[in-house]
């Protein structure tokens, strides 16, 4: 399985900017979705982004559509997560994963079709 690691977590002010990044230790064949998932303390891990096979898709949460855009760069096989106004609600622990088929029409964040996940990066958002 490929492995996955995230960056570009931080702590930004409400309206403020992130760019997530989630660097595979191979290449990831543009047959996969990949997608951004995140939690916060206490609650269950929620799907927020995902991206389909040859990029054709995107697909996004609604508490986060018109704010983050998700984006993937196959020649340094890296997914993204660009954050745009951010809302405290925001707040939670970042992972990326990957799944070994396109992303489907129906169980797009469910995560036991993702094979492969990274150990997250944590993004704080203040008021």
């Known amino acids: 399985q490929v492995q996955l690691v995230e960056s570009g977590g931080g702590s930004v002010q409400a309206g403020g900017s992130l760019r997530l990044s989630c660097v595979a230790s191979?290449?990831?064949?543009?047959?996969?979705?990949m997608g951004w998932f995140r939690q916060a303390p206490g609650k269950e891990r929620e799907g927020v982004a995902a991206?389909?096979?040859?990029?054709?898709?995107?697909y996004y949460t609604d508490s986060v559509k018109g704010r983050f855009t998700i984006s993937r760069s196959n020649a340094k096989n890296t997914l993204y997560l660009q954050m745009n106004s951010l809302k405290p609600e925001d707040t939670a622990m970042y992972y990326c994963?990957?799944?070994?088929?396109?992303?489907?029409?129906?169980?797009?964040?469910?995560?036991?079709?993702?094979?492969?996940w990274g150990q997250g990066t944590q993004v704080t958002v203040s008021s």
């Open positions: 991206i389909s096979a040859w990029d054709r898709y995107t």
């Open positions: 191979g290449s990831i064949p543009r047959t996969y979705c």
């Open positions: 994963a990957s799944r070994q088929a396109d992303c489907g029409t129906i169980g797009i964040f469910a995560e036991r079709f993702y094979n492969s």
